[in-house]
């Protein structure tokens, strides 16, 4: 039964790291933004919730002497903190939506939508890898998405909405 309990521990602890280190990734990859997007959420209350709850358990781990699953529970903390600071945008190398990076050579085509309800942004819709991924920019922006775009040959799409 320890071994299976060893092995749960390092399993967890390697899927934690490998996410970690994902979000590390794509933060480093984000200082080349050219066009931010707007992230509509903030840090969430359920993040805060379980780094606190995976910082009390550490405490009872480690009151308990139990050391087996701390390097997991740290490396969760570590992802949820690294998580939190993911910005979106468009670099010269691609987009960046959340953890995902898009090369310009994968993403078929794009779209800008105006949001009905507010004036200020537009949507951003990038049709990849059979996906669509959504970016909220500053309406101010439109014409340089569109040129950034133009020039990698993107395809644009045309809606109703921004014809």
């Not at 899927?15 to 997007?37: E, H, L, P, Y």
């Amino acid at each position: 039964m320890d071994v299976w309990i060893g092995v749960l521990a390092f399993v967890l602890f390697l899927g934690f790291i490998t996410a970690f280190f994902v979000c590390v990734g794509t933060v480093k990859r984000q200082s080349g933004i050219i066009v931010k997007s707007r992230i509509r959420r903030k840090t969430g209350n359920t993040e805060i919730i379980y780094a606190n709850i995976a910082l009390v358990v550490f405490v009872v781990l480690v009151y308990f002497k139990i050391y087996t699953f701390v390097p997991a529970v740290l490396a969760f903390v570590a992802f949820i903190i690294a998580s939190t600071r993911i910005k979106s945008g468009i670099t010269e190398e691609g987009a960046i939506v959340g953890t995902t990076f898009l090369e310009w050579a994968d993403m078929k085509s794009y779209k800008l939508v105006n949001e009905k309800d507010d004036s200020n942004i537009i949507i951003l819709k990038i049709r990849a890898n059979r996906k669509q991924y959504v970016l909220v920019c500053d309406r101010r922006d439109k014409d340089k998405i569109r040129e950034i775009f133009d020039s990698k040959k993107v395809a644009h799409t045309r809606t109703i909405d921004n014809m």
